[in-house]
């Protein structure tokens, strides 16, 4: 059982990375792993174009490794959980608009987390065979 790791909770500042038509926050959560991969929990809003075009702001957790200028993302479909907070249609793209409905998803999982929601919770927590 790891004694020393500081658990991660929404209301930490998270990093922030903008990219192409998303935005995402991430908080570490534990030790990375013996291969280099560190888990996040990640609050993020993707846009998705056509034929959907809506924005879908959602929380998972997801691995990292990053090595000087390379980074690896683990993505796995069994087993992955992930919170769907909102899905808001648009006409197109906008960057601000984007971006105010993740603060919007970060106060609300922050209240979540501050009024004990356990599934807020379980994404900032490593699960058992994690945990070693």
């Known amino acids: 059982m790891v004694t020393d790791v500081k658990v991660a909770t929404p209301v930490d500042v998270p990093e922030v990375e903008d ?24 609050l ?16 998972r957790q997801t691995k990292i490794k990053r090595e000087g200028i390379w980074v690896s993302e683990m993505f796995s479909v ?10 808001t249609p ?25 009024a004990g929601d356990v599934v807020i919770s379980g994404y900032f927590e490593l699960d058992d065979q994690a945990r070693g």
């Open 44 to 59: 993020a809003v993707r846009h998705d174009g056509n034929p959907r075009y809506r924005y879908e702001v959602e929380l």
């Open 19 to 42: 990219r192409s038509r998303s935005v995402r926050m991430l908080w570490p959560v534990g030790k990375p792993d013996e291969q280099g991969y560190q888990t996040y929990a990640e």
């Open 78 to 87: 069994f087993g992955r959980k992930i919170e769907r907070i909102s899905s």
């Open 90 to 114: 648009t006409k197109r793209y906008n960057g601000p608009r984007m971006r105010q409905l993740l603060d919007t998803a970060l106060t609300d999982i922050r209240a979540r987390h501050q």
